[in-house]
């Protein structure tokens, strides 16, 4: 079974990302902060960290390159959420892939599954960018 992390400081997505993650067949953990999500990851070692960079109070382009830096986390893959406009002008740490624009949860949980499967996986200094839309057909 795959095992995401999803940090997003909103409690009331996180529940319902999480239950609609279930329904698709992951095992979900969630964070609400930088603090707890590196709690959780060095601990549980979840297949794939979903982060929401655009969130408020995250901190989430720290969190990746703290998550990057930490041996038991450091291959981790990381799917950076987007629905802000924070990577408009580029990212600034390796990431697996990109999700941008306005969530549906198919498309999220397809994304996370593509990841968790190694697609995309990006080299080490590029990056995968995906479009996040409702229209996400994830072919």
């Known amino acids: 079974m795959r095992r995401v992390l999803v940090v997003d400081p909103d409690a009331?997505?996180?529940a319902l990302i999480a239950?609609?993650?279930e329904i698709e067949g992951f095992?979900?953990?969630t964070a609400g902060s930088m603090?707890?999500?590196l709690k959780i990851a060095r601990r549980a070692h979840p297949d794939?960290?979903?982060i929401n960079v655009g969130a408020?109070?995250?901190h989430g382009w720290s969190l990746s390159r703290q998550l990057r830096a930490d041996s038991a986390t450091a291959s981790t893959r990381q799917m950076?959420?987007?629905g802000s406009g924070a990577v408009a002008d580029g990212v600034p740490t390796r990431v697996d892939a990109v999700l941008t624009g306005r969530?549906?949860?198919a498309g999220f949980a397809e994304a996370l599954r593509r990841s968790c499967d190694g697609r995309p996986r990006a080299p080490s200094r590029t990056r995968s960018r995906l479009t996040w839309t409702p229209s996400w057909s994830g072919g």
């Open 12 to 14: 009331s997505f996180r």
């Open 19 to 21: 239950l609609v993650l």
């Open 27 to 29: 095992t979900v953990l």
């Open 35 to 37: 603090a707890e999500a």
């Open 48 to 50: 794939v960290i979903s």
């Open 56 to 58: 408020p109070g995250l």
């Open 80 to 82: 950076i959420v987007d």
């Open 103 to 105: 969530a549906d949860t």
